[in-house]
């Protein structure tokens, strides 16, 4: 399967614990987005990855939030300290011009 | 910042009736996009728009975006069961921007 891959699919966690998730994009593929979904709304922008290096980041996120993509191929996504709010699917999408593609999401519960 | 709405937020239609979203952003837009997700699915990239006044046709549907570049439209003609999801725009702002700010879908329904 040569698409975007996303781990893990779900994920359940206490509050006021750490997760992190892996996003494996499409091999030459070198922009890298994540995002976050909740049930009836379009994805929210969290960050944006030009080969290795972030060059967007939401101003919605909080500090909690970072996310890493080293050597310009899988990524990371790590939220500390989690809260119930951040209970949503978290999307992560890939492309070379602007057509992205995108992964089945991981899926998280705080509880 | 950059705000992307969509209208209707929800349609039910009988199959074979036409369907249409609009999406209107509140900012000049380098280029659109609109997705498709089905009911558990992740979005599905579309197409995508950049010139102003551009129209352009797939199969059944045919998109449109705005002469001011703000705005864009989906049409579906004679709607099939396949059709059902939501749909999504998605625009990136002029300036240089690397931000895609999705629109809030419309979410169709189709009656067989």
């Known amino acids: 399967d040569t698409g975007v891959s996303q781990n893990p699919r779900h994920k359940i966690t206490k509050r006021g614990q750490n997760v992190t998730f892996r996003c494996d994009p499409i091999?030459?593929?070198?922009?890298l987005y994540w995002y976050r979904q909740t049930l009836g709304q379009g994805p929210e922008f969290l960050t944006y990855f030009q080969n290795e290096a972030q060059l967007e980041k939401s101003r919605l996120l909080s500090d909690r939030f970072s996310a890493e993509r080293p050597k310009g191929s899988f990524s990371t996504l790590e939220i500390q300290r989690t809260e119930q709010g951040d209970s949503a699917m978290y999307l992560c999408a890939s492309s070379i011009t602007w057509e992205q593609y995108f992964g089945p999401g991981t899926r998280l519960t705080v509880t | 910042g950059q705000q992307v709405m969509q209208i209707p937020q929800y349609q039910h239609v009988q199959e074979g009736e036409d369907f249409t979203t609009y999406c209107n952003s509140s900012?000049?837009?380098?280029?659109i996009q609109w997705y498709k997700q089905r009911p558990g699915g992740h979005p599905v990239f579309l197409i995508q728009l950049v010139k102003s006044g551009e129209v352009k046709k797939q199969k059944r549907l045919t998109f449109q975006f705005g002469e001011a570049k703000k705005n864009s439209s989906l049409h579906i003609t004679a709607t099939q069961t396949t059709d059902v999801g939501t749909y999504f725009c998605a625009g990136l702002p002029s300036g240089g921007y690397q931000k895609v700010t999705f629109g809030t879908g419309t979410k169709l329904q189709v009656i067989p």
């Open positions: 091999s030459e593929h070198n922009r």
């Open positions: 900012t000049t837009l380098s280029n």
